[in-house]
């Protein structure tokens, strides 16, 4: 009788710790930051112009960050990168930008004249100080530009 109590607690554990396993779900790191953004306009730091954009857009994930144009007739790409945070979840970094293919990336770096369009100089690493953000709106700032994004 013992040892079919035993087993029965220990399948019950398994059981347990299975359904434990099956209902884990990968939570954002900021839920406020990830989502998809409308870059409404940036600013290049070094000569102050402000680019407003139309149709273009930051969707951006735990892993994975894509900026892409939608419904757009520029032509602009899109291009996926790592996504990160560094210093207490206080900056955003954007790595290792691919271009986009299909459900994935082409393999291909993504060029940086393309990535410029969306306030992004560099194709290996961007770091952008997450200087507000609430959940409707959010403005990033780079050593190339300030970016304002609203939540789509």
């Known amino acids: 009788m013992l040892k079919t109590k035993n087993t029965s607690i220990s399948i019950y ?43 273009l857009y930051y969707s951006i994930t735990r892993l994975v960050t894509e900026v892409s144009e939608r419904n757009g007739s520029n032509g602009y790409g899109s291009y996926i990168s790592r996504t990160g945070y560094e210093e207490d979840e206080t900056v955003l970094v954007l790595s290792d930008f691919k271009v986009r293919g299909g459900t994935a990336d082409t393999g291909e ?28 709106t959010m403005t990033l700032q780079s050593d190339y530009a300030r970016l304002e994004l609203r939540k789509f």
């Not at 969306?118 to 953000?133: A, R, V």
């Open 13 to 55: 554990i398994l059981l347990f710790l299975c359904l434990q396993l099956i209902s884990c779900e990968k939570a954002p790191i900021r839920s406020d930051v990830e989502g998809f953004w409308k870059l409404e306009r940036f600013t290049v730091l070094s000569t102050d112009e402000t680019v407003e954009c139309q149709n």
């Open 109 to 136: 770096n993504a060029p940086v004249e393309g990535l410029r369009h969306y306030g992004i100089n560099s194709q290996s690493e961007t770091k952008f100080q997450i200087i507000h953000c609430d959940g409707k």
